[in-house]
């Protein structure tokens, strides 16, 4: 079987049952496996369970451990890349940046205790993605005459979740503040310039941006929460991605760019909750801008896929790197650094869970990036 990464190899049913057998037979195992509050596994040399903690079997909900024998990490989570390949969890091409299958193949190799962080987005069900952040260790032990590796799962995704709001929001609060500083500096000194007018409206927009910086993390933190408020009315398409473009103007992110709004004469009607669409694009547009130089241009708009779908997109230059593709959705995955990537997953997040479309992404050499969103039309 083909593999991008781990191997694919895995063991029989009958060679699985023989090994948690093996494991079971250790003195009071099942009670040490049991005691441990965190998520814990043991893996054989294929990466595959042959035991499972209390702890687990009750968050994933299965009838007992057996469900569990003989699969992987990832296929036991339903992560999102685990059934992408014949060979399962490790042998996707995005299992390459993968915290978790990294650090079981590290431990593997170095015999030694290893431990790393990891990002999940796991499908629960049939409409819904859910994140997932552990803090992975991996401890290698021998017995009879083979070699198995203790995995214990920490959830720091509260932790996580609550470092990235609080420093994004800093962040991108410190920034319009230290705009508002310069702006009320200048408006004292804009008497003897006449322009006066000109400031007052620039000094507006700054404050409706921070009004708007506010809002937004309230709603990512009530969408996770799955109490997120939809309120569907008729809007117009090309209304939203005017009312999109101008929110940017003002912001540091288009300096030196230029925007092109890109849609048909016809202005499509749409029945959706306009602030949670004009978030998304704005998310969309903002992360366009960010990779983009001065002088390259961001192209935003949609297109009339059939008689029932439009295709919001927002196209730039840029080409994004493998690893970056493949990681590009899961929260708190950032190339701006340690505390950011909220605005890609919260796409997704708003653009599925709540408006019920589909959010996706291409980048291509020569072509650049282009993110888009496929919503249903009147």
């Not at 998310?283 to 002088?295: D, H, V």
Request: charged share 20%; with cysteine.
């Amino acid at each position: 079987m083909k593999t991008y990464f781990a191997s694919p190899e895995r063991n029989s049913g009958e060679i699985i049952q023989k090994e948690h057998l093996i494991v079971d037979k250790v003195a009071y195992a099942r009670q040490i496996m049991d005691a441990m509050p965190c998520l814990s596994v043991i893996l054989d040399k294929a990466r595959q369970i042959i035991y499972a903690n209390d702890a687990l079997i009750s968050l994933l909900g299965i009838d007992g451990m057996d469900k569990a024998l003989g699969l992987r990490p990832g296929e036991l989570v339903s992560c999102i890349h685990s059934c992408t390949m014949p060979g399962g969890c490790g042998t996707a091409e995005a299992c390459r940046h993968c915290g978790a299958v990294n650090t079981i193949v590290k431990c593997m190799q170095t015999h030694e205790k290893e431990s790393s962080e990891c990002r999940i987005t796991s499908a629960i069900g049939l409409e819904q993605l859910v994140s997932f952040e552990f803090k992975i260790t991996c401890t290698p032990f021998d017995l009879a005459d083979d070699r198995f590796v203790i995995m214990t799962l920490t959830d720091i995704s509260g932790e996580k979740r609550r470092k990235l709001l609080e420093t994004t929001f800093l962040h991108d609060l410190s920034n319009q503040t230290n705009n508002l500083n310069g702006l009320t500096y200048m408006i004292q000194k804009a008497d003897a310039t006449g322009r006066l007018g000109q400031l007052t409206n620039i000094l507006s927009t700054v404050s409706s941006t921070i009004n708007d910086e506010i809002i937004s993390y309230k709603q990512l933190i009530s969408a996770e929460n799955n109490a997120l408020p939809v309120n569907n009315s008729e809007v117009k398409a090309g209304d939203i991605i005017e009312m999109v473009v101008q929110s940017v103007l003002f912001n540091e992110v288009s300096v030196a760019k230029d925007i092109i709004q890109d849609f048909p004469k016809t202005n499509v009607t749409l029945d959706t909750d306009a602030t949670l669409l004009q978030r998304v694009l704005l998310n969309m547009l903002k992360n366009a801008l960010e990779a983009s130089a001065p002088g390259e241009t961001v192209r935003i708009g949609y297109a009339l896929q059939d008689d029932q779908t439009v295709t919001f997109y927002v196209n730039n230059n840029s080409v994004m790197p493998d690893h970056v593709k493949s990681q590009v959705f899961q929260r708190s995955f950032s190339t701006k650094g340690e505390g950011r990537g909220i605005g890609t997953y919260s796409m997704k997040l708003l653009g599925e869970r709540y408006l019920k479309g589909h959010v996706g992404f291409e980048s291509i050499p020569g072509k650049g990036t282009r993110f888009y969103l496929i919503l249903k039309h009147l």
